[in-house]
């Protein structure tokens, strides 16, 4: 169990105070509605510094650690989950490209003022949890790249500074079909697309605040700096970030499971039935304490993983198995947290549903269940226990 020191209490206590007071009235009110977060709100995560959490210090940035890092992304998730995406969006490109002293130098004080949140274009219709399948093309041409193709799910794209695109930019090998992936950087004004690119909103059941599109390349136009790190080898940034990306996914479910267990506690000691407390009634105090030690295991298995990131090291099986265990433990407590709702858990005016929806999503992206049981399973038969 990471134990918090006093600076780790106050990087928790101030996002708390900071989600009591800002993020949840503006989530209850929009959320249900299916609206964006308001710049209001995006402005004052660049305040904060938490656009660039992950930005070390000396280009301007927090300097947090994955510890760090994830503690504060329960608490936004918490909140909602929209905002601590929003986050990762700020801090993502870090993960992905900027492996070089002059790209660091040239984004990362940006990231940290909060000038440059990036969206990240990287799935496809046919190409979600098998990446190296991606088929949305880059075509050098004489003064830079010409971009041809569709992308699914790239969130926060209209309202971005910039996307990262990963598009094939050559013919792989046979034996080696993640070959040949590039990154390109799309600087844009915020809510708009530059000419060559448009946009069309996915309709989701949840992870409202922050806009899903399906984008479509049409010959846009790309300068030839656009091009992140070395051509054709982008998959490897993309496959190196993975493990902090589920590490992170992993807090955010363990922020949307906690507040279904903070909601439904609250709930089960106001809310009379038969002429007692919800809370009187062994059959929900009982699912209370199930919650409860759920959640304490997630977050203890989420910390461990991040604090084997901090430390260096292959952390592929401890990073699978946090975000397999955080994630369903989110839908199973989420859902037990509409049940203890009775009918008022299911109606948009309270919160219930809402950790609900967003939970389930936290089992799907950044990889699939399925996809991190296959990973620590090959861990296993690979390495053993250990």
């Known amino acids: 169990m990471i134990e918090l020191d006093d600076r780790r209490r106050r990087i928790r206590d101030d996002a708390r105070v900071f989600v009591r007071e800002e993020v949840l009235p503006v989530a209850a009110e929009l959320d249900p509605r299916g609206e964006d977060m308001p710049w209001s709100l995006v402005d004052r995560l660049g305040e904060l510094g938490y656009l660039g959490a992950t930005v070390p210090e000396e280009h301007g940035g927090l300097g947090f650690g994955m510890v760090d890092y994830c503690i504060l992304i329960e608490e936004l998730a918490r909140g909602w989950l929209s905002v601590a995406s929003v986050v990762g969006r700020g801090n993502r490109i870090l993960e992905e490209v900027l ?3 002059e790209l660091r130098r040239r984004y990362l004080p940006r990231i940290a003022r909060g000038e440059l949140i990036c969206a990240f274009a990287l799935s496809e219709a046919e190409a979600g949890s098998d990446v190296a399948n991606v088929a949305c093309r880059a075509v050098e041409t004489a003064d830079g790249w010409r971009i041809v193709g569709e992308k699914r799910w790239c969130g926060f794209a209209w309202r971005a500074d910039a996307i990262l695109l990963f598009a094939r930019t050559d013919d792989p090998p046979a034996d080696a ?3 040949g992936i590039s990154a390109f950087l799309i600087e844009k004004d915020r809510e708009s697309f530059p000419e060559g690119l448009s946009g069309t909103p996915i309709d989701k059941i949840g992870y409202h605040g922050l806009t899903t599109w399906e984008l479509t390349f049409d010959g846009l136009a790309l300068p030839s700096e656009a091009l992140m790190g070395e051509r054709g080898e982008a998959f490897y940034g993309v496959m190196a970030g993975l493990d902090r990306k589920r590490v992170y996914t992993a807090a955010r479910a363990v922020g949307l499971a906690r507040g279904a267990l903070e909601d439904a506690l609250a709930y089960a000691t ?8 919800l809370a009187d009634f062994q059959s929900i105090r009982f699912m209370l304490a199930d919650m409860a030690t759920s959640v304490e295991a997630a977050r203890a298995l989420t910390l461990a993983a991040a604090d084997a990131l ?6 592929d099986r401890e990073a699978a198995m946090a975000k397999l265990f955080a994630t369903e433990v989110a839908e199973r407590v989420t ?7 009775g009918g008022n858990g299911y109606i948009s005016a309270t919160p219930a549903q809402r950790y609900w929806r967003d939970a389930r999503l936290t089992t799907i992206f950044e ?8 990973i620590i399973a090959d861990r296993l038969v690979e390495d053993g226990l250990g």
């Open 99 to 101: 492996d070089t002293d």
């Open 177 to 179: 079909p993640h070959r």
């Open 270 to 277: 106001q809310r009379e039935q038969f002429d007692h407390q």
């Open 310 to 315: 901090d430390r260096g090291g292959r952390v």
């Open 335 to 341: 859902r037990d947290g509409m049940q203890i709702h």
């Open 367 to 374: 990889g699939t269940s399925e996809i991190q049981r296959r």
